[in-house]
């Protein structure tokens, strides 16, 4: 829907795009100055433990006290709990090829080589990423210590140590979240949910009295559509929900996003509507507004009814578009979705505790991923290794963060680290060797420098996922400058070496991932975006053996798999903006039209989960013989049209084999069935399936 707005307006120039962008991503919203605060509290105190107690590898504590997940207190522990396990077996690890390869330097530079491998194939095949990157990334830091002189007890004391920091860091950030958490008693998610709701109220109700929007208002949804719902995806994902909330509230989340959207166009048309029309929108507004009081108070909105598409055209273009996305709101919160399968949606039901992803002995992609990050890496070791210049050993660690699968999101990685590294080495870092650090004789001085750059660092690590690395890369360079040592940092050499290392891996990984197997993110996107609406085809006529624990446990595992693509689909979206070539135009276009499809087909994803009591006739939900068999039909027709539309998008092929006009006619045929059936509620059920997949077929076709 932006396309619209643009058309109506001069496109800005980059220079007012880049600051209206950091506008949007540094602007306060709610809870972000009290996680700011955390962040800094916990990094800070790590480094007071640190350099009193001259603890080696200050700065990965620091650094990893900043940047522990915080999203709630059972998170906090499992990321930190990850992070501990991963680092341990990084130093167990270490520790025993020390033994093995430190008498011949041959054998040590081969063991460097198949160090690299393994730690960017375990970041790719393990299933637990945090313990996986944290593994990787503890090989990778000690082994610059293999090829020092220092003797082998000295070596054994400083690779335990490295893992004793890490721990450090973790557990003071576990513990002062547990603190802060005793005084939270607010839900961020549903605060953010409730400002852009109320958001959208305020600007219908200037449509409603017939009067021209003012520019606060404008502006207000204009920020909250610029922000979007990468923030509220981030803490659903990472919060303490019931995978069935989480998915219902995902739903929400992604509609509650194109609400917004489509509010912040809405804008750029008239505002003089005819009385119809008022109607229309008065409704609308009362909608919205009953919404957000059942999503303040935890409560079920009342259900508006399917928006018409016969109604009349209206001057607002947008206006059929707005009522259809409130309608889909109401119906992923109402009572159709509100009974959960009680064993989908128990915590009994874990995920497996087998620690390789899925195809991880069986996928090529793995072993290219493996062999182009640690090509990248080695040749990075090679360079500063035969130039006798250690400093610049962040070269090698600048491969592993930006190793991702795709061109688009390394590119979007390399370019956050490099800005980062030169903000807070050569801005911060030197300015501060240059005119503060001279001035300063105390520990207590230095902590309130180190508490200012931690402050900048969080609030922008706090950003969205376009930005929030760049904030993680200025706390990098500044902590490796003045927390190796236990002094004051005066040489400038130090940061000079800091970004030269970051330059060097960037090369190194530009000649490694986008001339070696590239897999540009436009095309991954698009494969996903099918593999999800396939899955979903799958999930909608998957068959039960009667084994009703077992097919409950296959059903969850697909659900899961449907959620991760999901997520993929939004990450591999935002990758695609790094991406540039002859693909580019077309690529965004893709981007844009997949972004606009998602929210309804995670709706009826989550419409299909609750479909599926009946699939599989839970006490209550059970059906006669007769509508069953109308039921499996049914599915399995609407699973056709599904598998259509991937095809659709898939090869651009124009014939469709199942015409949604078929599970209308089988929906006559349930009406008739069940009439004297007390199952409305599965009538509702199908016929809103039926809606939302002719709805997602004909947008598709006409794209």
Not at 95 to 120: E, H, K, N, T, Y
Request: hydrophobic letters at 50%; proline letters at 5%; charged letters at 20%.
């Amino acid at each position: 829907m932006s396309a619209i707005a643009q058309t109506l307006t001069q496109p800005p120039s980059r220079i007012v795009w880049f600051w209206q962008f950091l506008r949007s991503e540094l602007a306060p919203y709610r809870g972000r100055g009290a996680l700011v605060v955390r962040m800094v509290a916990a990094s800070t105190l790590v480094m007071i433990v640190c350099m009193t107690y001259r603890i080696p590898y200050a700065a990965y504590a620091a650094l990893f006290g900043l940047t522990l997940s915080r999203e709630s207190v059972r998170r906090t522990a499992a990321e930190a709990r990850a992070l501990i396990l991963g680092s341990a077996l990084g130093v167990a690890y270490a520790i025993v090829s020390f033994m093995l390869v430190l008498g011949d330097p041959m054998l040590r530079f081969l063991w460097v080589g198949a160090s690299l491998f393994l730690a960017f194939y375990v970041i790719s095949a393990f299933s637990n990423y945090a313990a996986s990157a944290r593994f990787a990334y503890l090989v990778v830091i000690l082994i610059p210590l293999s090829n020092s002189f220092a003797s082998p007890e000295t070596k054994l004391e400083t690779a335990l140590w490295a893992v004793g920091a890490i721990a450090l860091g973790s557990v003071i950030a576990l513990l002062l979240e547990i603190v802060f958490a005793a005084f939270r008693r607010t839900d961020d998610l549903t605060h953010a949910l409730s400002e852009r709701l109320a958001g959208v109220k305020e600007l219908l109700a200037y449509y409603v009295d017939d009067r021209p929007v003012d520019q606060p208002t404008r502006s207000k949804i204009e920020r909250l559509a610029a922000v979007g719902t990468s923030r509220l995806r981030l803490r659903l994902q990472r919060g303490s929900y019931e995978p069935q909330h989480e998915q219902q509230m995902a739903a929400v989340v992604g509609l509650v996003g194109r609400l917004v959207d489509l509010a912040a166009n809405l804008s750029e048309f008239d505002t003089r509507v005819s009385h119809q029309e008022r109607t229309r929108i008065r409704k609308v507004a009362h909608d919205v507004a009953a919404i957000r009081g059942a999503v303040e108070s935890g409560q079920q909105p009342p259900q508006g009814g399917a928006a018409s598409e016969l109604a009349a055209p209206s001057r607002l273009p947008l206006l059929a578009e707005i009522e259809s996305t409130v309608s889909l709101i109401q119906e992923a919160c109402t009572g159709t979705l509100s009974s959960p399968l009680p064993a989908l949606a128990s915590p009994e039901s874990p995920a497996p505790d087998w620690p390789l992803a899925a195809g991880a002995l069986s996928d090529p992609a793995h072993i290219k991923f493996a062999l182009r990050g640690s090509l990248a890496a080695w040749l990075s070791y090679v360079i500063y290794n035969g130039l006798f210049w250690p400093g610049i050993s962040t070269a090698v660690t600048t491969c592993l963060l930006t190793a991702l699968t795709t061109v688009g999101a390394s590119h979007q990685k390399q370019l956050l680290r490099f800005a980062g590294a030169i903000i807070g080495g050569f801005v911060i870092g030197m300015g501060a060797q240059v005119f503060i650090l001279p001035n300063i004789d105390s520990i207590g001085a230095f902590t309130v420098l180190f508490g200012v750059v931690a402050f900048i660092s969080a609030w922008f690590a706090t950003a969205g996922p376009r930005l929030s690395y760049f904030g993680v890369q200025i706390a990098v360079a500044f902590y490796l400058i003045n927390l190796q040592e236990f002094k004051i940092q005066t040489s400038l050499a130090v940061a000079r070496d800091r970004v030269v290392g970051v330059l060097l891996g960037l090369a190194m990984m530009w000649l490694a991932f986008d001339l070696l197997w590239s897999s540009p993110a436009g095309v991954e996107m698009r494969k996903t975006f099918v593999s999800a609406i396939r899955s979903l085809a799958q999930l909608a006529r998957e068959p039960f053996s009667g084994d009703l624990s077992a097919d409950i446990e296959r059903s969850y595992a697909l659900r899961e798999t449907i959620n991760a693509q999901f997520d993929r689909v939004r990450s591999l979206a935002d990758g695609v903006l790094f991406e540039f070539g002859p693909s580019r135009r077309q690529d965004l276009a893709w981007r844009d039209r997949i972004r606009a499809w998602t929210p309804q087909l995670r709706t009826l994803f989550v419409i299909r989960i609750a479909f599926l009591k009946y699939r599989l006739a839970l006490p209550g939900f059970e059906l006669p013989a007769s509508v069953r068999r109308l039921q499996q039909e049914f599915d399995d027709r609407s699973a056709t049209i599904l598998e259509d539309i991937a095809s659709r998008i898939e090869t651009n092929t124009p014939p469709v084999r199942s015409a949604p006009s078929e599970t209308t006619d089988l929906l006559v045929q349930l009406t008739s069935e069940v009439r004297d059936l007390q199952a409305q509620t599965f009538l509702a059920l199908a016929r809103r399936i039926d809606e939302l997949t002719a709805s997602l077929a004909r947008e598709i076709v006409a794209a």
